[in-house]
Every structure is written in C-alpha cells, then in structure tokens.
C-alpha cells in the first residue's frame, strides 16, 4: 500500500465509486442500517449535538458567574443550567463519545472484521441512545432538574423538577452503553482476522475492550440505583429516605459503584486513541506495547474498588476512608505507565506535527495536570479541605475535557478522513488547537486557584474576593468555545469538497489505512492479511 | 468439488450472517453476548440485594415480624414450579440438539405452561397482600403491624417479586417466540442456537427466584 502514500489525489472519478456513504442513498437507508460505519456517523452526529448542547449550558454557567450576584438567570435556573451541562455531558456525550462514535466505526476495521458481532444490537443501542436523550430533552421542557448530576438523595427524591425523566433517560442510555459493551466484547473475542493474536491488537482495541468490560460491570448498578430513586419519588418506598427509615448514603455507595468506574469509561477511550496517534505521528513502533495494554486492563479492575473517595466526607467509616485513598493512589500507576510509554515513544521519533499529534501531545500535558491533582484529592487530609470546591471542578474538567475530549479531538482529526473520505484544512486546525488550548487552561487553571482558596462548587452567589478569578475563567471559557467552533467550520467545510483523501494520508500502519476512504461497505475487497504488527514502523520511515 | 464434504460449502447456511466466516464463530459470538447478558442482570438484581440486606440490618425485627405475612407453602410451590420448568427447557435444548422437533415443540410448550402457572401463583399471593393493604411504601395500609417500619419489607418484596415477574414475563415471550420458530421448523442438529440462548436466559430467571424464596419468605 506505500504507493498510495505518493499517488496524487484522484478527485472526480472517486466520487462514483461505490463506498459505505453512496452505496444506499435516503434517510431510510440510514435509519435502518446494520452497517456499523453508518451507525457510528449516526452516532458521531448525535454526540456532537449534544456536545453543542451541553456546552452553551456551560457557557451560560460561566456567564452568570461573571460577577458576585446576579448575571444573567435566577439562582433556580442556574441550578438547572449545571445540572443540565453535567447530566448532557457526561451521559450523552463522553460515554457514548469514543466508544459508540468512533470506536464503533473503526473497532472493526482496526482487526479487519466486516462487522461487529450484532449487528441488530448496534442499531438498538442507537435507538436507545436517542430514547434516552428524549426523555433528557422532555425533562429539560417540562421543567428541568436541579439536583446536580449526580441525582444526590434525599434531594432527588423530595424536589418536584423533573428527577423522574431525566434519571428514566440515563436509566434507558445506560442500556444503551450496555449493548455496545457486549458488542465490541464479543467482537474482539470472535471477529479478530486470522492471525491476528491478543498481544497483536492495536492498543485501541485493548482500551475499548477494557472500558466495554466496565460498561458491562458496572452500567447495571447504576441502572437498579435510577430506577430506585424513580420508584423512591413515585411509592415512597424508604430506602433512601432518612424520614422513612433509609439511608441516603447508601445511594452514594450505589451510585459512585457506578459512577467511579464510569470515569474509566471515559477516560480509557481516550487513551486508547492516543496509543494509537503517537506512533503514527512519531513513525515509530509503541514503546512498552504490553505494558500499555495491560495497564488498560490495570485501571479497569482497580476502577471497580475506589468508589469510596467520593464519600470521604460523608460519614463512612475511617478504615474504609484509608483503604479507599490507598486503592486511589494504585490507579495512579497504570496511568503514569501509560504516559512514560507514550513519552518513551516519542523520544528519537520522526515527530510529524499535524492536528491529530497536536492534540496527543495537548492530552499528555493536560492529562499530567488532571491526573496530579487526582493524587491530591485522593489524600485525606487535603481532600478533606478540597472536597466539594472549584478544586474538584478543575480537576475533573482537566481528565474529562482536557483528557477525553482533547482525546476524542485526536481521534475526529486521525480518522476524519477514513470517515468521510475528505482531508481538512490544517492551516485551520493549528490556530483552532491553540485557542482550545489557551482558553482551556485559562477556564479551569484559575479554578484550581479559586478551589484552594474556598470558593465552593455549585454555589450562585460568591465573596467579592473571588471574582476576578472567575472574570479570568469565564473569559477562557469564550476562546474555548471560539477555538471549538473554528473546528467545527473546518471540518464541516471539509465535507462540501469532492473526495480527496488517500486511503493512508499519516503512514499508519494499522488495517484501517489498507481501504479506501471512506471504505466500501464490507470494509475490505478480501480479508485482509497480517503481514507485520500494528506499529511496525522499519529504521528509514523514522527519517534518520 | 461439489462431491467432496467441503467446509466451504457452509457458508451458503441461510442462518449463518454475512459477517462470520463460519457458523461454529457465530455461535461462540451469540454465547459469549448471552452470558455477558446474564452478568449484566445479576448486577441489576444485585443492587436490590444489597439494598435488601442492608435494610434488613437496619430493621431486623421489622423484616422478621412482616415475612410472617407471606405463605410459604405458595411460595414453595413457585419453587417447585420453576425448577421443573428448568428441567423441561433443558430437555427442550437436549431436543433440538438432537433435531426432534416434535420433541422439542412439546417441550418449549410444558415450559411456557410452567411459567403460567407461576405467575398463577404469584397473582394469587399478590391479590392477597393488595387486599390486606400491604403494599410498597406510601402505598401501605395495613393496620395490624406487630413492629413499626414493616412496609420496608413489603418494599422490598414488591420490588424484588415484580423486577423478578417481569423476567418471567420477558422469558414467556422469548419462549414464545422459540416456539413459533421451532413450529415453523426454523432449527435443526446443525442450528438451534435461539434455544440454547433462551434456555440460558430461563435458567438464570429460575435461579434468581432460587434466591428470592429463602431471602423473603425465611427469615430466622
């Protein structure tokens, strides 16, 4: 396949070629599609809404904390704003972000399969998805929800906005995730091509394979513990209602049994991109491949024993407390593997600077940050300081935004022209990435300041003292956003040429870059064969 | 080519997907989803579980005054009824393995009579504790409670007995639909993986009630 590498670009003729795009053309060869391409660029544009979503409720957070008092909206609507951008984010966006928008694309391409094993079964996970972001939108009509998005009770089940639908819509998303976990579980067991063994996996596989484990674990816990909280509101049964004998705690015990590993599954994703966009971009085989695997795997059993590092202010008991921030330093191990390999990978590399290798080496910087400041939290005595404050804020956004979604922004620009068959403006993507970059740092460094400084989370009203600190932050908020759109101008714009991306425009060397792009819609004329590893990249590609 | 007993010669199996290259890979793929499945449903009953023993630390003397309202015999009876419901779906995948589908239609058809039976029983018991009052949470009306705090139990009961009667329900229509399929003659010695799956499936429903009985009804 080198030659396609120096071939020019074929322009006209291409467009008549028959791909997983225009092979069927009409909205309901979409809407009943079995093909996962088709049903990950369903997915891809659904996320990407509620990405949009999410994110002008962030924007109007930010907004209103412009100043001590008052804004913009009242202290009820801003409730609900927080509570909207938390519950869209992460369970419309992050979870299904990576797994069921790209991962569903190129996971069976990565080990040369036609399909995933259920095909009926992706689809229904589609359809589930948009059930569940229904009744998201239904509650957000009706009333909205104010309980935060972690649905904490005796507040959730006693408020009148709207708990009941928009948990019912986590509940249904939650199989939603389940579904495509069982997918890709029995997908990479079974459809993996001839020869191609566990340890000769791309590490993309590995890392989806580790989060679709979590999902099958945990995803059903927190869909017994939603549906309890709608049968809590509607028969007062008791069992987290103190004045009726049950005990909210044990909903957070429930709710973090999930919600902890439910970290993974968003943060595991992305690292599994990254696995893949460093040695593309370094031409360079991964350093530590096993290492880097296993660890995958690591941080997807430890994810299951440190839910309690969410509650060590809520009144469980001192030893439980220890073993818990004992358990939450391990997970810190795995993930410095991780990073060291992909550093280790990088150095003596041919380092090819383009927009997807912008964003990895975005996501080593910020995720160092975010991973760090974890290590805080997890000590006691300074979580105990640092609980429920801007501090928490700010790390969580540093592994969920400047982690998985820079991530997820390596993975758009890697496989964006495998998808859809176009190349993007790189003069475009470098300012874009700059911005992202700037206005990220500026939003959330400030709030790691106003966190160790007592600035709480959640709160409408602050102390005078604090806002210059969130003029600074909301400020980085609207470069963020800028940066954001300029990418999603470029790559829409993208989308109006004729096709022009070579099947194998960065040199990968993984199955997906020996098709077309956008491939045909059985992926490969013939079953592909291994010829070399995923990362085998010879002395000369390195340059030097 | 056409004569010699040729493993390509499979791939023109109307059951076997496109995407698989061969049946043997199919039918690996649906088990492992199965029991993935199965997994995923012992986790969603596990949190009632937990949630039921950790209520029943809390109220003991509650839990143990308010089981006494349930009928053991019924409840015996359920038990008794569910496992040889079991033991017929394993005749009926024993059936199809060896491509009796006479067999294999009696047998899909006592199981699904079985499950009737059930949720007979069930109806009967659940009549009962409507008729007293004794229902879930806010919905709790009965006068004559011995210890305060014995509606936690019915709570529980509810729940658990109604998630588990739903699977019962869900099982009837999987059953079902294997039955109309096996009537139709849809299965053979070289395909019945609907069966198994479903067997699977029913087996897991019995076992949860397996469960269920001696946590709800026997209480020391």
Redesign the interface.
Known sequence: MADVLTAPPETGRRHFEPNYLNERRGILSWLTTLDHKRIGVMYLWSVLLAFLLGGIFAMVVRMELLTPKETIISADAYNKAFTLHGAIMIFLFIIPGIPAALGNFVLPLLIG???????R?NLASYYLYVAGALFALASMIFGGVDTGWTFYTPYSTTTTTKVSLLTLGAFILGFSS?FT???F???V???RVPGMTWLKMPLFIWGIYATAIIQ??????L???LL?IV??RV?????FDPA????PV?FQH?FWFYSHPAVYIMILPGMAIISEVIPTFSKKTIFGYKAIAYSSVAIAFISFLVWGHHMFTSGQSDLATAVFSFLTFLVAIPSAIKVFNWLATMYRGSIDLKAPMIYAIMFLLLFAIGGLTGIFLGTISVDVHLHDTYFVVAHFHYVMMGGTVIAFLAGLHYWWPKMFGRMYSESWARPAALLIFVGFNMTFLAQFVLGSRGMPRRYYNYLEQFQPLHVFSTIGSWVLALGLFMVAGYLLASLRKPYDAPANPWGGKTLEWTTASPPIT?NFER?PVLTHGPYDYSPQEIGR | MSHSAAPTEHVHEPFLQHHFAEPAQQVDAAKIGMWLFLVTEVLLFGGLFVGYGIMHGKHPEAFASAHHHLDRTLGALNTIVLLVSSFTMVMAVAAAQAGKRRHLINYLIATLSLAGVFLLIKYFEYSHKIHEGMLPGGLYSYKGEAVPGEFMFFSFYFMMTGLHGLHVVAGMIAIGWVLRRAVRGDFSERYFTPVDLVGLYWHLVDMIWIYLFPLLYLIS
Request: charged share 15%; no cysteine; hydrophobic share 55%.
């Open positions: 399969a036609k399909d995933v094993a259920f095909p079964l389940i976990g069982v997918n579980i029995a997908t067991h079974k459809l099958v674990l945990a995803t059903p816990v869909g017994i513990t309890l049968i809590e028969w007062k049964v008791g069992i009726l004998g049950g005990d044990l429930f059985h079953t």
